[in-house]
T-cell receptor, first 118, second 115 residues
Framework: AQSVAQPEDQVNVAEGNPLTVKCTYS??????LFWYVQYPNRGLQFLLK??????LVKGSYGFEAEFNKSQTSFHLKKPSALVSDSALYFC????????????????FGKGTKLSVIP | DAGVIQSPRHEVTEMGQEVTLRCKPI?????LFWYRQTMMRGLELLIY????????DSGMPEDRFSAKMPNASFSTLKIQPSEPRDSAVYFC?????????????FGQGTRLTVV
C-alpha cells in the first residue's frame, strides 16, 4: 500500500516568515499527491495536488508544494505566513486497492498543526 | 452546488443506542468516502463506494458499523449498538470518477459523542 509521513506534529512560525510543512511518501509507480487543510470544526479543504508535470505546484491561498522524486518528498510551502493560515494540514497519496478506475482511495498522513504567531 | 452535506452536525447518544449518520454527495460525483477522525488515530478511511457500490470496507472497525448507498445522492453510516469508543468526528467526502487524479470534497463532519 502507498503511504505518506508527516514527520512534524506541530510547526510554529512567526507571521510574515516563510513556512514549510513536510511530507514524504512511499509509493510504487507514479505518485499522485495532495495537500488538504482543516480549520477548527470544519471539514478538510483541498489545497493543491501533484499528478504529473512541473515539480512546483501552486495552489489555493498562496500555498505551493515542491515534488522531489529523489527525496520522495512533497513539502508544502508559503513565502509569507499569515495568522489565518493556522490550521491542521494533511498530506495524502492516491492508493490503489485493486484494478480499474473504481479501486483508488486517498490515504492521509497524521496531520501537522501549523501555528502562525503574530 | 452546496457541497457535500452531512447531517446531523452533532449527535450525542447513549451507549447501546443506534446512530445513523447521513451524507449527500456533490451531484455528479461517482465516489463517496466515509472517514473517521480522532486525536489518537488521526483520519481513517472506513469505507468507500464507486457508483453506489462498496469497493473497500476493510476500514470498518467492527460488525457494529454498516454503510449503505441506496442511490447516487445519499449514503448512511450506521452504528448499532454504539459504544463510547465510537466517539469521533465522522466525515463524508465525494469526488468525480477518474484514475485518482481528482481531489475529494469533504463535508463539515458529524461530531458523535457516545456517553
Amino acid at each position: 500500500a502507498q503511504s505518506v509521513a508527516q514527520p512534524e506534529d506541530q510547526v510554529n512560525v512567526a507571521e510574515g516568515n516563510p513556512l514549510t510543512v513536510k511530507c514524504t511518501y512511499s509509493v510504487s509507480g507514479n505518485p499522485y499527491l495532495f495537500w488538504y487543510v482543516q480549520y477548527p470544526n470544519r471539514g478538510l479543504q483541498f489545497l493543491l495536488k501533484y499528478i504529473t508535470g512541473d515539480n512546483l505546484v501552486k495552489g489555493s491561498y498562496g500555498f505551493e508544494a515542491e515534488f522531489n522524486k529523489s527525496q520522495t518528498s512533497f513539502h508544502l510551502k508559503k513565502p509569507s505566513a499569515l495568522v489565518s493560515d493556522s490550521a491542521l494540514y494533511f498530506c495524502a497519496v492516491r492508493d490503489w486497492r485493486g484494478s480499474g478506475a473504481g479501486s483508488y482511495q486517498l490515504t492521509f498522513g497524521k496531520g501537522t498543526k501549523l501555528s502562525v504567531i503574530p | 452546488d452546496a457541497g457535500v452535506i452531512q447531517s446531523p452536525r452533532h449527535e450525542v447518544t447513549e451507549m447501546g443506542q443506534e446512530v445513523t449518520l447521513r451524507c449527500k454527495p456533490i451531484s455528479g460525483h461517482d465516489y463517496l468516502f466515509w472517514y473517521r477522525q480522532t486525536m489518537m488515530r488521526g483520519l481513517e478511511l472506513l469505507i468507500y463506494f464507486n457508483n453506489n457500490v462498496p469497493i473497500d470496507d476493510s476500514g470498518m472497525p467492527e460488525d457494529r458499523f454498516s454503510a449503505k448507498m441506496p442511490n447516487a445522492s445519499f449514503s448512511t453510516l450506521k452504528i448499532q449498538p454504539s459504544e463510547p469508543r465510537d466517539s469521533a468526528v465522522y466525515f463524508c467526502a465525494s469526488s468525480s470518477q477518474g484514475w485518482g487524479d481528482t481531489e475529494a470534497f469533504f463535508g463539515q463532519g458529524t461530531r458523535l459523542t457516545v456517553v
